[in-house]
């Protein structure tokens, strides 16, 4: 955002250029593990392993802090850009590089309408929108709005002006135990916590496997586990055999109905596993949507015993291969690996795809990315992975490790994910897309009425890119000042020329490709407001763009 905040891509101001550049760094130097105290677990209470704690957990507030005032910053130079006229208006800004439609938050201020009823109106249509108020406070109304065609990388304006939002029948069907908006039905086991089914009503099929003789732990199933006997982590390293786990599953089960709207209805299933301990699981579907999301709220005390928290996920096995993506491409696990490479655990970016012949489903996360398959691997050290089903386990917790990281871990906790089925066996580009959509939401922005800005009232899309296998990594200001640097990925395993077209307000005329450091590389013809480049199967492109030399676009460009 703050890379096209500018007049010119990447022209965002030194001053903002270095406060992301401090954000960055905070965000290494805490992800530097070495930096924990190496007694940490010996002695947890010692002055030496707290106070190097706090002095590497620093490091992490500043980096959050300085990412939440950098996106203010970019929200902010977009308000200013944006005319308005008469009504104060909301823009939906996309961050993907493909158009958007869907159920997205958005957060407009109270005391602006003096805390009266709100409504959200459509400029092109003079409709009210659909709209949902989810919680109002002295400051703020947080609210989901429905919205179509947000460009993109760019944005569409919402009208906001006071009224009450349009009254609208709603498509669940909330039960004892399943919740349904006629697309998906969840389906829970009151007696386990756990999902009994995903069904997708156009299909027919069921995507998740119910717990039984081959699954032990059903889908989405919170699983605690304690090494409660001595040497406690000791047991893990080196290797040794029968490691004593103890594992226990939450017992006392609820299930409520919670939020019901137009737009978005939920179930909570709460279980306990032992005093403090508790889980809540909110299970979310929304108007016209196949997905299912799931939030995870855990409490717990701090303990110095060795545990781990894992989330089972066995899919049906109608859908017996899983993929996984990684850090620049997609990989099956076992089979795509080096034999003897790490094989007890993995991460992932954002998703795993669970594929059969005719059907397919997308698992994503935005919190927890490692993930063990098969079965909960902890202290198996496996030779290979042999996978005899479409069974992983999200791995959101644990207290394993012997030095350097707290040796306790307490208070409440939230683990985000969302199952999403589709027709068709689908491509590796649409689970990206898939789980692109609900790891990087849309920001909504809030305009006040007369802003005499550059930018159109209604909509603008600033970058776009075809075809759809090409996933926008990042854009981000050049270190060096010179432009913009985008990050380009080719997802589906193919040769690809990829076209990226960039809006005339941008006024870019030059590009050239670079390597990851930003060093230039061979210039890049731009006809037209477009590029053109070739990219090898999983390859990644770095490409610099910058303004047209003296800063102004040709006559006959101009007025395009």
Not at 95 to 105: D, H, S, T, V
Request: proline share 7%; glycine share 10%.
């Amino acid at each position: 955002m703050l890379a096209l905040a500018g007049r010119t891509p990447g022209a965002g101001g030194a001053a903002l250029r270095r406060r992301l550049a401090d954000a960055y760094e905070s965000a290494l130097l805490f992800d530097e593990h070495t930096w924990g105290a190496w007694s940490s677990i010996s002695d947890p209470d010692g002055l030496f392993a707290k106070d190097q704690w706090g002095f590497k957990a620093s490091y992490a507030s500043e980096a959050a802090l300085d990412a939440s005032e950098l996106e203010d910053a970019g929200c902010a130079a977009f308000a200013w850009r944006i005319r308005t006229g008469d009504a104060a208006a909301v823009a939906i800004f996309n961050p993907l590089a493909w158009e958007r439609n869907g159920i997205f938050e958005a957060r407009i201020p109270a005391t602006f309408f003096a805390w009266e009823d709100i409504r959200v109106i459509d400029p092109a249509t003079g409709e009210p929108v659909p709209m949902q108020v989810r919680a109002r406070d002295r400051l703020w109304v947080q609210c989901l709005i429905q919205a179509k065609g947000i460009p993109a990388l760019g944005y569409r304006t919402y009208r906001v002006e006071k009224g009450a939002p349009p009254k609208l029948d709603s498509p669940f069907t909330i039960g004892a135990d399943s919740i349904d908006n006629g697309l998906v039905r969840v389906e829970v086991d009151p007696a386990t916590a756990a999902i009994r089914s995903i069904l997708d009503r156009d299909a027919g099929e069921n995507v998740v496997a119910a717990a039984g003789e081959k699954v032990p732990y059903g889908f989405g199933q919170y699983i605690y586990e304690q090494i409660q006997k001595e040497p406690g982590r000791g047991v893990l390293w080196p290797i040794h055999k029968d490691v004593p786990f103890v594992r226990r599953i939450a017992g006392r089960i609820r299930v409520t109905p919670g939020e019901s709207g137009p737009l978005a209805a939920t179930i909570a299933v709460e279980g306990t596993i032992e005093e403090k301990h508790t889980v809540r699981l909110e299970i979310e579907l929304r108007r016209g949507e196949r997905a299912a999301r799931l939030t995870y709220r855990i409490r717990k005390p701090a303990t110095l015993t060795p545990e781990a928290a894992y989330i089972a996920f066995p899919f049906a096995d109608s859908l017996p291969e899983l993929r996984l993506e990684v850090v620049g491409g997609v990989a099956r696990p076992g089979a795509d690996q080096i034999p003897g490479s790490a094989t007890d655990w993995h991460s992932t970016q954002y998703w795993i795809r669970a594929r059969g012949e005719d059907r397919g489903a997308v698992w994503v996360t935005l919190d927890a990315p490692l993930v063990q398959f098969g079965d909960i691997n902890m202290g198996k050290y496996l030779e290979t992975l042999q996978l005899p089903r479409p069974t992983f386990y999200s791995w959101p917790m644990n207290n394993y490790w012997f030095t350097n990281f707290p040796a306790q871990q307490g208070g409440e906790f939230v683990f985000r994910y969302a199952v999403i089925a589709h027709r068709g066996a689908g491509t590796d580009s649409l689970a990206a897309r898939i789980a692109r959509e609900h790891a990087i939401p849309v920001r909504s922005i809030f305009i006040p009425p007369r802003r005499a800005g550059d930018l159109p009232e209604d909509r603008a899309s600033f970058i776009s890119i075809e075809p759809d296998g090409i996933a926008l990594a990042g854009i981000k200001a050049a270190e060096d000042g010179r432009g913009a640097i985008l990050r380009l990925r080719e997802l589906d395993g193919k040769a690809q020329a990829v076209t990226v077209q960039f809006a005339p307000s941008l006024l870019v005329g030059r590009a050239e490709r670079t390597n990851a450091m930003e060093e230039a590389g061979k210039p890049i013809v731009i006809k037209d407001g477009a590029l053109t480049i070739e990219l090898k199967p999983y390859e990644g492109a770095e490409i610099r763009v910058m303004p047209f030399a003296g800063g102004a676009a040709p006559a006959a460009r101009r007025g395009s």
